[in-house]
T-cell receptor, first 113, second 115 residues
């Protein structure tokens, strides 16, 4: 068990709504990254948070935003949901001072109808 | 820019037979290379990683991979597969600066072990 926990595990939203996904990183991990995994695809990097600031972003529009809290937990927010946002959203944390392994949570399955 | 190509989307193999899952990458900088496994309805679990040093890397569950810089490949191998190895396997690359914080994944290879 990696210690990275995500909530909720499943979620159904309507097109145009907003959603917040949550991630608790493993103890001692101060960097959190979020990935989107569409059905049948590999995960795609959304963004990374380090010390409560965005520290790298993939090719995702601004309606994808995030937060990192002082305890290093994180949120992913998606506004104006589109059908193509349906995917498994994965959170990964990396240990402080050691960026050579990312530990993944089990993901949140988001379905937009 | 970095990218990863997994040449086989599906690989069926009989139990106790050897298997190779192929991965090629492109990058203009030094890279870290990873193989992850994903079981149904699960997140990703790290199998092994190449950072530097020996080009033959051994991982968990009897898997190993060889980094070949001239061919820009990082193929995953196992000499004898088990039913429990049935899963989706992802090759990933990152640059040495961002490390494992920013991974670029391939599209995955579905390994099916046949009894």
């Amino acid at each position: 068990e990696t210690g990275v926990t995500q909530s909720p595990t499943h979620l159904i939203k309507t097109r145009g709504q907003q959603v917040t996904l949550r991630c608790s990183s493993q103890s001692g991990h101060n960097t959190v990254s979020w990935y989107q995994q569409a059905l049948g695809q590999g995960p795609q990097f959304i963004f990374q948070y380090y010390r409560e600031e965005e520290n790298g972003r993939g090719n995702f529009p601004p309606r994808f935003s995030g937060l990192q809290f002082p305890n290093y937990s994180s949120e992913l927010n998606v506004n104006a949901l589109e059908l193509d946002d349906s995917a498994l959203y994965l959170c990964a944390s990396t240990p402080r001072g050691l960026n050579t392994e990312a530990f993944f949570g089990q993901g949140t399955r988001l379905t937009v109808v | 820019a970095q990218s990863v190509t997994q040449l086989d989307s599906q690989v069926p193999v009989f139990e106790e037979a050897p298997v190779e899952l192929r991965c090629n990458y492109s990058s203009s900088v030094s890279v870290y290379l990873f193989w992850y496994v994903q079981y149904p309805n699960q997140g990703l679990q790290l199998l092994l990683k190449y950072l530097s040093g020996s080009t033959l890397v051994k991982g968990i569950n009897g898997f190993e991979a060889e980094f070949n810089k001239s061919q820009t490949s990082f193929h995953l191998r196992k000499p004898s597969v088990h039913i429990s190895d049935t899963a989706e396997y992802f090759c990933a690359v990152s640059d040495g600066g961002t490390g494992a914080n920013n991974l670029f994944f391939g599209t995955g290879t579905r390994l099916t072990v046949i009894p």
